[in-house]
């Protein structure tokens, strides 16, 4: 009886959406369906599973959505731009690519194409690899239903970073992008992704990114989220890394009512190196989590994980670090850390960091800290004449900012400090 | 400048400070010393707002104002200063920049223009030079990695940038070498005026033939129980503090 009820709840969220007509071309009919057929075996995700034990999502599946294409944005899309800093643009309005308003490279480094421009062989054998379709909910909607794909293939070392700038505006609406971002043999790239979100109410952002990073490549992404109100947000980012490669992601959360982010990072080959870092500091009732997959399956690799919050108000922060180190992976240096300040006694920060080992001949660590902010230092500052409001922005600035110095790009590592408020 | 009267204070109940009286004017400087534990931090930590401290009874006048009705910050930017004996470190935070807002917020509070970045730079050599404080650690996080007698002149080139009225120094001598208590007494010399005063608070009568004081008082038990003029600071350098336990004891 409940299961029929949930599974109604299910076609009736995705009736609405389907009842606009996406592109559909031969190539991809095969991937929605896939899609579709995933959705229809699973329920929306209650707080019983433990993937989403603190993130509650009626929020989002309580509403129906629309995919809305614009002709004309209302906001300025000037304020996410990088100073000093030139990049390839890649603009996507509430999932849809826009042309006009991108800028795209005329080289033989970087190729960016639409899905409908991709080969059937191209799109196969990249298109939904080691996603997690079959246990995310959402992931299988974004397969069923993305808005519109963007393939982007560095083939040496590229000159400029991308920046690929998703723009969300209207009620109700849901945006779905789709991209793939892929590095060839001994190429190098940097991905920056900025959010920008004017006149947006019950927004529901559902973006799903997969990474191919070749053999003795580099890929850098970068994604910096500082969401204005009416954004419910779910982020899925998944990467597989071939030999000798090196992968590293960034997530720096300014903002945002709602934000749930998924990083997973397969690592294929020997002699890899992944990062991951991330800043998150939610007030008011803000809800953002973080929960990622570091998973070693080949020896001989290093993995670096730092995620470090502040929680202020009645917001809630979470945190899940899964680090796996399979069987044959041996010879593995993987660390995991993830510390927070809570700022107030209504904060609430969960946070759950899992290692699971299954060779012997491997070096890791994972720890997880929860504190206050150094009173001690607080009255230190003080007592040299700073307000405890700057006292307080100085030190938080100083907890956060370790993170945030890890930005390999100086134009860009000086715009999100100063976005922190950190100079 | 500054006159301390009756002062009460406890921390979780405790009575640290028993009824504290200390007037000290304008071009003074005063030595409090007393045996560990006897509350010199705490009158210090009190000084300087901090509020872990409970001030059950008693007044401060700070150059006519009521200081105990003002928060730390305020009371900065009213010209009082506290050299921390145990400064702490504060990784992430740099050194100049957070001078530079303490500076500006200050300037700010009195209704000046922040400071030009090149004045604080010439200010920083200057004063960094006056305690002979390198200049690469003032890049540096506050304190972080400093010796211990790098953290105290940290303190005092702090003291030189912010140019306090009342300064309150409490064991800035201990753990310095001889040459390093030279410099950091040639600081407070230097900066040393007929319009500010000092409280310097030590354990041991050596920083006191360089910095010399006008009068000494010995706390013990959260109380001045004597006072006298530097003659006593001989003194107890030459008889300990037993002498002193006894005569309160008694
Ligand atoms: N945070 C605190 N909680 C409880 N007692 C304290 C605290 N800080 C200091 N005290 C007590 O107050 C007394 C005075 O300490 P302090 O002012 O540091 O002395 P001094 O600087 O003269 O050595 C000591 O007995 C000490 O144990
Ligand atoms: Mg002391």
């Given amino acids: 009886m409940s299961s029929t009820l949930t599974t109604n709840k299910v076609e009736g969220f995705v009736s609405h959406i389907a009842e606009n007509n996406l592109a559909v071309w031969n190539e991809l009919k095969s991937i929605r369906q896939s899609g579709l057929k995933a959705i229809k075996s699973l329920k929306f995700p209650t707080t019983r599973d433990e993937y989403w034990k603190y993130s509650r999502t009626t929020k989002i599946t309580k509403n129906h959505y629309h995919f809305s294409q614009l002709d004309s944005i209302k906001g300025d899309l000037s304020k996410v731009k990088i100073e000093g800093l030139d990049t390839y643009e890649i603009v996507m309005v509430n999932g849809f690519f826009n042309a006009e308003l991108s800028s795209l490279p005329k080289n033989d480094i970087i190729e960016i194409k639409s899905f409908e421009e991709c080969t059937t062989e191209e799109l196969t054998s990249y298109f939904s690899q080691n996603l997690d379709t079959i246990t995310n909910f959402f992931s299988a909607l974004n397969t069923a239903y993305f808005s519109e794909g963007i393939m982007i293939v560095a083939k040496g070392v590229c000159d400029k970073p991308v920046h690929v700038i998703h723009y969300s505006e209207g009620n109700n609406v849901i945006s779905q992008p789709r991209n793939l971002f892929i590095t060839e043999k001994n190429a190098e790239l940097s991905i920056i992704k900025s959010s920008i979100n004017q006149n947006t109410e019950n927004f529901f952002y559902n973006s799903v990114n997969e990474f191919f990073i070749g053999e003795n490549s580099h890929m850098n992404y970068y994604v910096i989220q500082n969401y204005e109100e009416g954004m419910n947000v779910i982020s899925t980012n998944v990467a597989t890394q071939e030999k000798n490669s090196n992968f590293s992601a960034y997530n720096y959360t300014l903002k945002g009512d709602w934000i749930r982010n998924n990083t997973n990072i397969f690592v294929k080959g020997e002699n890899c190196?992944?990062?991951?870092?991330?800043?998150?500091?939610?007030?008011?009732?803000?809800?953002?989590?973080?929960?990622?997959?570091?998973?070693?399956?080949?020896?001989?690799?290093?993995?670096?994980?730092?995620?470090?919050?502040?929680?202020?108000?009645?917001?809630?922060?979470?945190?899940?670090?899964?680090?796996?180190?399979?069987?044959?992976?041996?010879?593995?240096?993987?660390?995991?850390?993830?510390?927070?300040?809570?700022?107030?006694?209504?904060?609430?920060?969960?946070s759950k960091p899992e290692l699971e080992i299954y060779a012997d001949d491997v070096k890791c660590s994972h720890g997880s800290t929860s504190g206050q902010l150094d009173e001690e230092a607080v009255f230190y500052l003080q007592s040299r004449g700073l307000s405890k409001e700057s006292a307080t922005a100085l030190l938080i600035g100083a907890f956060l900012g370790e993170v945030v110095e890890k930005i390999k790009l100086p134009e860009l590592k000086d715009k999100v400090l100063e976005m922190y408020g950190m100079e | 400048m500054i006159s301390i009267k009756n002062l009460h204070a406890s921390i979780d109940g405790k009575e640290i400070l028993k009824g504290i009286n200390l007037e000290v004017k304008a071009g003074e400087v005063h030595a409090i010393m007393g045996p560990n534990g006897s509350g010199k931090s705490t009158l210090s930590s009190v000084l300087a707002g901090n509020e872990d401290y409970e001030i059950t009874e008693g007044s401060v006048d700070f150059m006519g104002e009521d200081l105990l009705e003002y928060s730390t910050e305020e009371r900065a930017r009213m010209g009082v200063f506290l050299a921390f004996q145990y400064p702490i470190e504060i990784p992430g935070v740099s050194n100049m920049n957070f001078l530079r807002t303490a500076i500006n917020e200050t300037r700010e509070s009195r209704g000046?223009?922040?400071?030009?970045?090149?004045?604080?730079?010439?200010?920083?050599?200057?004063?960094?030079?006056?305690?002979?404080?390198?200049?690469?650690?003032?890049?540096?996080?506050?304190?972080?990695?400093?010796?211990?007698?790098?953290?105290?002149?940290?303190?005092?080139f702090q003291m030189a940038m912010l140019e306090p009225k009342l300064a309150i120094l409490d064991e800035t001598d201990s753990g310095l070498d001889i040459d390093a208590l030279k410099i950091v007494s040639h600081g407070v010399n230097t900066l040393k005026n007929q319009e500010n005063a000092t409280i310097v608070i030590t354990h041991y009568q050596r920083l006191l033939d360089y910095i010399v004081p006008d009068f000494v008082h010995v706390l013990y038990k959260g109380k001045i129980v004597k006072s006298g003029t530097k003659e006593l600071a001989l003194e107890l350098e030459e008889k300990g503090y037993d002498w002193i336990k006894e005569e309160v004891n008694a």
Wanted: charged share 30%; proline share 2%; with cysteine.
């Fill in chain 1, 273 to 350: 190196e992944s990062n991951l870092y991330g800043a998150y500091q939610p007030k008011g009732k803000q809800h953002i989590d973080n929960h990622t997959i570091m998973d070693h399956i080949m020896p001989n690799c290093e993995s670096n994980e730092h995620y470090k919050g502040t929680v202020d108000d009645k917001a809630t922060g979470v945190f899940n670090g899964k680090v796996f180190v399979r069987k044959d992976a041996q010879k593995i240096n993987a660390f995991q850390s993830n510390n927070n300040i809570l700022l107030s006694d209504d904060a609430t920060m969960n």
């Fill in chain 2, 112 to 156: 000046e223009e922040p400071i030009a970045a090149k004045d604080f730079l010439a200010m920083v050599k200057e004063k960094s030079a006056l305690v002979e404080l390198d200049n690469s650690l003032l890049k540096r996080y506050v304190n972080e990695g400093f010796s211990g007698g790098e953290k105290k002149r940290n303190e005092i």
